[in-house]
């Protein structure tokens, strides 16, 4: 079955400390994964897509990489504005469904 | 700027009253997809179609959940009896279904509270 699963649940930043979110996926045959940012009372926001493994895309403070079995989305020198929930998501080969994983939630402090 | 809109934003209603949604894709978008987004559960694909006919609507309870089409500018999102558990963010989204990797785009969603 497959399976999209992000860690940490949340994370909590200084301003300017640089880290990462995991996303690691299982899913028969991949067709892409996508990245989006999603703010309180919005919809989600697309940021990337990631079409095969060794992959890299880059958007300001983000930059999104992709493995053959996860991806990381790096944020570096993040600021408060970059506080929001991340969610990863796969869309399997063959159609057009697309899996999300739960997300995390990031608090970036001033 | 083109983006996805959804209407009504908020919905309260009475358990057993029908509920319906509607969603304009973006123009030229052939793709049109239906989440449910819950603390719990997080965002669930509920239906999704392509060239307005339904491709899979297996994340959709048949006995009460409907969506359909009725032109390539409306997608709609239909709950008759509606139910407390039905309470959540429903969003939809469209794709331009003829990129091989169709990102989605999201509206602002459609909140419903079931009393």
């Known amino acids: 079955e497959d399976q999209v699963t992000q860690s940490p649940e949340a994370l909590r930043l200084q301003e300017g400390e640089s880290s990462s979110l995991n996303c690691s996926y299982t899913?028969?045959?991949?067709?892409?994964l996508f990245w989006y940012r999603q703010d309180p009372g919005k919809g989600p926001e697309f940021l990337f897509t990631?079409?095969?493994a060794g992959e890299e895309k880059e958007k300001e403070r983000l930059k999104a990489t992709l493995t053959k079995k996860e991806s990381f989305l790096h944020i570096t020198a993040p600021k408060p504005e970059d506080s929001a929930t991340y969610l990863c998501?796969?869309?399997?080969?063959?159609?057009?469904?697309?899996?999300f994983g739960a997300g995390t939630r990031l608090f970036v402090k001033a | 700027d083109a983006r996805v809109t959804q209407t009504p934003r908020h919905k309260v209603t009475e358990m057993g009253q029908e509920v319906t949604m509607r969603c304009q894709p973006i123009?030229?978008?052939?793709?049109v997809f239906w989440y449910r987004q819950t603390m719990m559960q997080g965002l669930e694909l509920l239906a999704y179609?392509?060239?307005?006919?339904?491709?899979?609507d297996s994340g959709m309870p048949k006995d009460r959940f409907s969506a359909e089409m009725p032109d390539a500018t409306l997608a709609t999102l239909k709950i008759q009896p509606s139910e407390p558990r039905d309470s959540a963010v429903y969003f939809c989204?469209?794709?331009?279904?003829?990129?091989?990797?169709?990102?989605?785009?999201f509206g602002p969603g459609t909140r419903l509270t079931v009393l």
């Open positions: 998501a796969v869309r399997e080969a063959g159609g057009f469904k697309t899996i």
């Open positions: 989204a469209s794709g331009d279904g003829t990129s091989n990797y169709n990102e989605q785009f």
């Open positions: 123009l030229g978008h052939n793709t």
């Open positions: 899913v028969s045959g991949l067709r892409g």
């Open positions: 990631l079409y095969s």
């Open positions: 179609f392509r060239n307005r006919a339904p491709l899979d």
